[in-house]
Nanobody, 114 residues
Framework: QVQLVESGGGLVQAGGSLRLSCVAS??????????MGWYRQGAGKPRELVAR???????NYGDSVKGRFTISRDNAKNTMYLQMNSLKPEDTAIYYC??????WGQGTQVTVSS
């Protein structure tokens, strides 16, 4: 059974940083298939791509986070990360990790104050 557990969200001022973690069980974060990554959903908005792996070594990012956010993974800990820098109020959302194969975590709230 696949389980994803996110953590690391919170309240931060604009310009600050947070690192989100996603601990996986039942699936390896090192798996070489497209789509494992992070999405977010702001209030009243559709869920949108933040960052994902497109292969073992390649990634792609949503346009609004390019240059500020970095996705990574630690295979030994079976954990995926999202380093978020230069945060903006518009980054406020619930952040979800996904395997790219229909499995989602419960989400972690990120709130950026101006």
């Amino acid at each position: 059974q696949v389980q994803l557990v996110e953590s690391g969200g919170g309240l931060v001022q604009a310009g600050g940083s947070l690192r989100l973690s996603c601990v996986a069980s039942g699936i390896a974060v090192s798996a070489d298939f497209m789509g494992m990554g992070w999405y977010r959903q702001g209030a009243g908005k559709p869920r949108e791509l933040v960052a994902r792996f497109t292969s073992r070594l390649s990634t792609n990012y949503g346009d609004s986070v390019k240059g500020r956010f970095t996705i990574s993974r630690d295979n030994a800990k079976n954990t995926m990360y999202l380093q978020m820098n230069s945060l903006k109020p518009e980054d406020t959302a619930i952040y979800y990790c996904t395997t790219g194969r229909g499995h989602w975590g419960q989400g972690t709230q990120v709130t950026v104050s101006s």
